[in-house]
């Protein structure tokens, strides 16, 4: 199992999450762009924008 599916199981948080949740908060305070929060949470930007999706946040 990897680090990433245990941590899911177990609902603990992988550190890539916390710059994922801190993109997000700078794009939604319109403080970036969708592509510099994408590129702050370390993922490409349609990626990014498919999160955001799900959230129901764009």
Known sequence: ????????RLGTATPAEPRL??????FQAGRVSQGKAA??????RRHFSEILAARGSR
């Open 1 to 8: 199992m990897s680090v990433s599916a245990a941590n899911a």
């Open 21 to 26: 949740e801190h993109a997000i908060d700078l």
């Open 39 to 44: 590129e702050i949470a370390g993922l490409p």
